[in-house]
């Protein structure tokens, strides 16, 4: 069946590193969503992108759709504590009324 | 901030007893879904409603139901809870071609 793998599973990095994580589709996606969870928290939406090679922008976060439609990547730049939390991608299922979630990515700053 | 509400948030219960966990939107949404999640980690589908008196059992098996006799409320049911059971359990709810919105979570857990 369909699947969304994402990667890395955590990522520890100083405070003020960067930070990436990359998600691959075993399929086309019509688009692909990204979603915040706190810890301690629920997951919260973030941006959804559409198009081909879709690069958009929130602050200090960059988020690219690959030109085939079938990975996605989140970068953030100079990482702050209020950055710590997983980062999930999605894409739409084959009803279109569900999402394939990617497994998260883990963002810890070091102490 | 998205209006859907979960209750109990804490639950602590013993094996074998029968619990309901509540959810309810205030959005008008017809997509609802339950997933299943340890702290921190990949978002487990169990159930979905695509409206009113339709559900569908999602890609993790689950030994609970759920009903959807109202538009906002999406209580799901487990007859005899079990220690595998222990686990936060999310609700959320979409707009057709949105994103979803996510409750609080109930965090269980079976004794």
């Known amino acids: 069946g369909q699947q969304v793998m994402q990667i890395p599973q955590y990522q520890h990095v100083q405070e003020g590193e960067d930070f990436t994580t990359y998600c691959n589709s075993s399929?086309?996606?019509?688009?692909i969503q990204w979603y915040k969870q706190r810890p301690g928290g629920h997951p919260v939406f973030l941006i959804q992108?559409?198009?081909s090679g879709e690069v958009k922008k929130q602050k200090r976060l960059t988020f690219q759709f690959g030109e085939a439609k079938k990975n996605s990547s989140l970068h953030i730049t100079a990482t702050q504590t209020t950055d710590v939390g997983t980062y999930f991608c999605?894409?739409?299922?084959?009803?279109?009324?569900?999402?394939?979630w990617g497994a998260g990515t883990k963002l810890i700053i070091k102490p | 901030e998205a209006d859907i509400y979960q209750t109990p948030r804490y639950l602590v219960i013993g094996t074998g007893k029968k619990i309901t966990l509540e959810c309810s939107q205030t959005?008008?949404?017809?997509?609802m879904y339950w997933y299943q999640q340890d702290p921190g980690m990949e978002l487990h589908l169990i159930h979905y409603s695509y409206g009113v008196n339709s559900t569908e059992k999602g890609d993790l098996s689950s030994e609970s139901t759920v009903s959807r006799i109202r538009t906002e409320h999406f209580p799901l049911t487990l007859e005899s809870a079990r220690p595998s059971h222990t686990s936060q359990y999310l609700c959320?709810?979409?707009?057709?071609?949105?994103?979803?919105?996510f409750g609080p979570g109930t965090r269980l857990t079976v004794t």
């Open positions: 959320a709810s979409k707009k057709e071609g949105y994103e979803q919105y």
């Open positions: 999605a894409g739409p299922g084959d009803s279109n009324y569900q999402l394939i």
């Open positions: 992108l559409v198009k």
């Open positions: 399929t086309t996606l019509s688009n």
């Open positions: 959005m008008g949404h017809d997509k």
